[in-house]
């Protein structure tokens, strides 16, 4: 079983930064694969970020590329998402994710265990 709490969200400006975290429980958080996903008022959930177990691979959605970065220290059991340049339309509630494998996932119904959620909101 794997508990997942995430922080560092809050209203930030457009073209803004935010670092959000996701600590873990449990000993086993270095063999699971970790993402990150968010739910935009009136929409359904949708996938943001992926990182392996050992963070030797990320994939991003199109709409994240280049301002979004993944990255975990299992020694901290604490996965990270790096949000720069943010938009308006980056307002959502953020959440991660775990799945107890390797490889890598991009679809939710596919992780195991998932976080209560943190908010960000991008004013313009």
């Known amino acids: 079983q794997v508990q997942l709490v995430e922080s560092g969200g809050g209203l930030v400006q457009a073209g803004g930064s935010l670092r959000l975290s996701c600590a873990a429980s449990?000993?086993?958080?270095?063999?699971?694969?970790m993402g990150w996903f968010r739910q935009a008022p009136g929409k359904e959930r949708e996938f943001v970020a992926a990182?392996?177990?050992?963070?030797?691979?990320?994939v991003y959605a199109d709409s994240v590329k280049g301002r979004f970065t993944i990255s975990r220290d299992n020694t901290k059991n604490t996965v990270y998402l790096q949000m720069n340049t943010l938009k308006p339309e980056d307002t959502a509630v953020y959440y991660c994710?775990?799945?107890?494998?390797?490889?890598?996932?991009?679809?939710?119904?596919?992780?195991?265990?998932w976080g209560q959620g943190t908010q960000v909101t991008v004013s313009s």
């Open positions: 449990g000993r086993t958080f270095g063999t699971y694969s």
């Open positions: 990182i392996t177990w050992s963070g030797s691979r990320t």
């Open positions: 994710a775990a799945k107890d494998a390797g490889g890598i996932w991009t679809t939710e119904k596919l992780y195991d265990y």
